[in-house]
């Protein structure tokens, strides 16, 4: 069984940029999450998806970040413009179901160096 | 709101010797609880996992008792080998704001030496 595929690996770009990831979960499942994980921090939720709809983007810093999962599959996750702050690791994770705990799979992350 | 406090790294052994990470948290209600591993240039990974009070969760060798009365969850392994390697993080699951989402410790980095 595949995993959960993420794009590009590695980013290196300039402040003020804009910049996508990409998330492809493991097939069939439901329920899709991007995760920012700062140097010598823990991951950080930044949005849930239930298929295609939000169900928590409490965290996700909607004047510069933004997330789509259009089709119920794969999802991008977007900044602009990006700030120094914005480096980080950001990882997807994909689960079966939503109800109860479902053990959540997680892509290789992205890395993001934001100049 | 939910929270999670682990001991911080690196935290050095010989192979062989005996591992003790603490992870203690705060959170309403009854969480379950997980510790997750990242080896280097790989994803997170499950390591165990508890769900409710006095569950033992156990895997590679890794053991984790669900402590309700300390809330702790604290990782031992009775012999460490250099493949264990890696970063460690404690978690929990609760219900606030959705369901499922998971509240990170900062990570814990083991190093084990021959």
């Known amino acids: 069984e595949a995993g959960v595929a993420q794009s590009p690996r590695y980013k290196i770009i300039e402040k003020r940029q804009s910049v996508a990831f990409w998330c492809n979960p493991i097939?069939?499942?439901?329920?899709l999450y991007w995760y920012q994980q700062i140097l010598g921090q823990g991951p950080k939720l930044l949005i849930q998806?239930?298929?295609?709809?939000?169900?928590?983007d409490s965290q996700l810093p909607k004047d510069r970040f933004s997330a789509e999962r259009l089709k119920g599959v794969d999802s991008t996750l977007k900044i602009q413009p990006a700030k120094l702050e914005d480096s980080a690791v950001y990882l997807c994770?994909?689960?079966?179901?939503?109800?109860?705990?479902?053990?959540?799979?997680f892509g290789p992350g992205t890395r993001l160096t934001v100049l | 709101g939910d929270s999670v406090t682990q001991m911080e790294g690196p935290v050095t052994l010989s192979e062989e010797a005996f591992l003790t990470i603490n992870c203690t948290y705060t959170?309403?209600?009854?969480?379950?609880l997980f510790w997750y591993v990242q080896y280097p240039g790989e994803g997170l990974q499950l390591l165990l996992k508890?769900?409710?009070?006095?569950d033992k969760g156990s895997n590679k060798g890794f053991e984790a008792t669900y402590r309700k009365e300390t809330t702790s969850f604290h990782l031992e392994k009775g012999s460490v080998q250099v493949s264990d390697s890696a970063v460690y993080f404690c978690a929990l699951t609760g219900l606030t704001g959705g369901g499922n989402k998971l509240t990170f410790g900062t990570g814990t980095q083991l190093k084990v030496e021959l």
């Open positions: 959170a309403t209600g009854y969480p379950s």
């Open positions: 508890a769900t409710k009070a006095d």
């Open positions: 994770a994909s689960t079966s179901g939503a109800g109860g705990y479902n053990e959540q799979f």
């Open positions: 998806f239930q298929n295609n709809g939000v169900v928590d």
């Open positions: 097939s069939g499942h439901a329920t």
